[in-house]
């Protein structure tokens, strides 16, 4: 079984900026793909981010691409999303989740693992 935890979430302004990490337990984590998703009280649960086992590859939701950034420390069992220029529609709990059944996924059903979630509020 595999345990994800999330943190670095809190409130920032609006132009703003946050790292959020995800913890993850399990000695095959350097083999799942990983990747990031966020759910307001407004919208269903999106995806935003995902990185591949290696590293090697990334994708992006549109609306955040060129202002957040999905990395991963393999050694340590961290995933990252680096999140800058920040605004109110950033407004979400964010969710770590993990073992993707392939590269690039962007459902939420693809995931297997997920984390219990950290609130980001983005004050406009």
């Known amino acids: 079984q595999v345990q994800l935890v999330e943190s670095g979430g809190g409130l920032v302004q609006a132009g703003g900026s946050l790292r959020l990490s995800c913890a993850a337990s399990?000695?095959?984590?350097?083999?799942?793909?990983m990747g990031w998703f966020r759910q307001s009280p407004v919208k269903e649960r999106e995806f935003v981010a995902t990185?591949?086992?290696?590293?090697?590859?990334?994708r992006y939701a549109d609306s955040v691409k060129g202002r957040f950034t999905i990395s991963r420390d393999n050694a340590k069992n961290m995933v990252y999303l680096q999140m800058n220029s920040l605004k109110h529609e950033d407004t979400a709990v964010y969710y770590c989740?993990?073992?993707?059944?392939?590269?690039?996924?962007?459902?939420?059903?693809?995931?297997?693992?997920w984390g219990q979630g950290t609130q980001v509020t983005v004050s406009s």
């Open positions: 989740a993990g073992d993707a059944r392939w590269a690039s996924a962007v459902y939420a059903t693809d995931y297997k693992y």
């Open positions: 399990g000695r095959t984590f350097s083999s799942y793909h």
């Open positions: 990185i591949t086992w290696s590293g090697s590859s990334t």
